[in-house]
């Protein structure tokens, strides 16, 4: 249960953390708000002509009488519309940080320097396509396990009262995990964790795990409050990464946005007793 807490606390350092530094806060919002406009755009675009779509899809039924034709052409354009939003919600994260890769590591990397004892972040070799690359494969390869997931407690949800009271339960603790892995994959992903050990790490810690990731994926259910705890989220998902490998953590806080530090006690300079050391992985 410690674990439990620990979680909870990192997602809500990562919160306080981008607070303090307004301008990588702002920083972190971008790929949020670039991802929100295409996927409105998207959702307009179906509410404008998902009839239309639906009509030639179905020249079946050209000759059906009033009112079924209304009725059943109207239900699937219904259908179309409620697949889609579905679709946005579980896949705006994973498009977010595929969009926000530069933006995300960045912000990442100033959270690294901030709360490490000597003030650097690993930085990873790779060109920044191959970055991509590998984050967008790994994304879509949590996706597929997600959707894996998904049907398995969909098909699950009907069997009486467990599907009404366990099942949504178990739905969200899995809903926590695949949202912690893909934001601990920025951290981890500049540190050269393939993804077969970065699930290995949180099937580790999973109350961890839990701790930061269901309650996220509650609050993500609430329209547009993704988009602004996103930032936050990226910075407590670095923190726990951080702690999942058992790397030396500053519980201080450097002057914010890279403003000069003067070495004195709580701005992270040399000599600053506040330092705290997240216990290693359990294999």
Do not use: C, N
């Amino acid at each position: 249960m410690r674990d439990l807490g620990a979680g909870f606390g990192h997602l809500l350092k990562g919160q306080r953390w981008v607070a303090r530094h307004g301008r990588s806060y702002g920083f972190g919002l971008v790929p949020g708000l670039i991802t929100l406009v295409l996927y409105v755009g998207v959702l307009i675009a179906l509410a404008l002509w998902g009839s239309d779509a639906v009509a030639w899809a179905t020249p079946f039924a050209d000759d059906w009488s009033s009112p079924w034709l209304g009725l059943f052409r109207g239900f699937l354009t219904a259908v179309l519309f409620a697949l889609a939003l579905l679709l946005a919600v579980l896949t705006f994260t994973a498009v977010t940080l595929l969009v926000g890769q530069p933006f995300y590591d960045e912000l990442s990397v100033r959270v690294d320097r901030d709360v490490s004892p000597d003030g650097t972040a690993p930085e990873s070799d790779l060109p920044l396509w191959r970055d991509l690359w590998i984050s967008g494969r790994d994304s879509l390869r949590i996706l597929v396990r997600a959707a894996v997931w998904g049907v398995l407690l969909f098909a699950l949800g009907f069997v009486p009262v467990v599907g009404q009271t366990a099942i949504p339960v178990i739905g969200f603790l899995v809903t926590g995990f695949f949202l912690t892995e893909e934001l601990a994959a920025v951290a981890l992903q500049r540190r050269g964790v393939e993804l077969r050990e970065r699930l290995a790490l949180l099937r580790s810690r999973r109350m961890l795990v839990w701790g930061f990731g269901t309650p996220l994926g509650l609050a993500f259910l609430v329209p547009l409050v993704a988009v602004f705890l996103m930032p936050g989220a990226v910075a407590g998902a670095t923190l726990l990464a951080r702690e999942l490998l058992g790397e030396e953590t500053r519980d201080g806080d450097r002057p914010a946005d890279g403003a000069p530090a003067d070495g004195t006690p709580g701005d992270g300079g040399p000599g600053d007793p506040e330092v705290s050391s997240g216990p290693a992985p359990k294999h």
